[in-house]
T-cell receptor, first 110, second 117 residues
Framework: AQRVTQPEKLLSVFKGAPVELKCNYS??????LFWYVQYSRQRLQLLLR??SRESIKGFTADLNKGETSFHLKKPFAQEEDSAMYYC????????????FGTGTRLTVIP | DTGVSQDPRHKITKRGQNVTFRCDPI?????LYWYRQTLGQGPEFLTY????????KSRLLSDRFSAERPKGSFSTLEIQRTEQGDSAMYLC???????????????FGPGTRLTVL
């Protein structure tokens, strides 16, 4: 069965400090991994996915298949990064629906 | 096209009443998904459509829930005989599957928040 674990419900960092949001997953097969973000009073939106291997808004995430992790990192946090972050996975066949973790609320302290 | 839209944004109802939500996906998106999100949880998959065909339903979708996408465009989600446990945010998402890339993004609507008293 698939599972996405985000161990931290809340994370606070100071502006300019590095930030890492943890995500571990279990899936029988090769999933696609995503990070979605929800800013205050906005809809859920895609931040990045492992297959594109790109940096968005300074965030990166590397898929570690050995540790089944997909941690989200940014070297210098900004106040506008304060939001709810969800890690999610999708299978590559069938419905391709998303399985989400419980989310981490990131607060960047000025 | 301003993205996925959902109506209503908020719905308060009494236990036992029926409610219906509507989702308008991004034009030409052939896949449409419904998710449910309860407090403190991430969204959970309910069902999805490929054009007008409902291809999969999760076990979360009890017999009181029914979804349609009659013309392959907008979709409705109906909950009959609502219960307090149905209180949640109901999210709709759409994507363009298969015609350009297998890895197209799911675009989410703003959600309908249901409160069952």
């Amino acid at each position: 069965a698939q599972r996405v674990t985000q161990p931290e419900k809340l994370l606070s960092v100071f502006k300019g400090a590095p930030v890492e949001l943890k995500c571990n997953y279990s899936y029988s097969g090769s999933p696609e991994l995503f990070w979605y973000v929800q800013y205050s009073r906005q809809r859920l939106q895609l931040l990045l996915r492992h297959i594109s291997r790109e940096s968005i808004k300074g965030f990166t995430a590397d898929l570690n298949k050995g540790e089944t992790s997909f941690h989200l990192k940014k070297p210098f946090a900004q106040e506008e990064d304060s939001a709810m972050y969800y890690c999610a996975l999708s299978g590559l066949t069938g419905a391709n629906n998303l399985f989400f973790g419980t989310g981490t609320r990131l607060t960047v302290i000025p | 096209d301003t993205g996925v839209s959902q109506d209503p944004r908020h719905k308060i109802t009494k236990r036992g009443q029926n409610v219906t939500f509507r989702c308008d996906p991004i034009s030409e998106h052939n896949r449409l998904y419904w998710y449910r999100q309860t407090l403190g949880q991430g969204p959970e998959f309910l069902t999805y459509f490929q054009n007008e065909a409902q291809l999969e339903k999760s076990r979360l979708l009890s017999d009181r829930f029914s979804a349609e996408r009659p013309k392959g465009s907008f979709s409705t989600l109906e909950i009959q005989r609502t219960e307090q446990g149905d209180s949640a945010m109901y999210l709709c998402a759409s994507r363009d599957w298969g015609r350009t890339s297998s890895y197209n993004e799911q675009f989410f609507g703003p959600g309908t928040r249901l409160t069952v008293l």
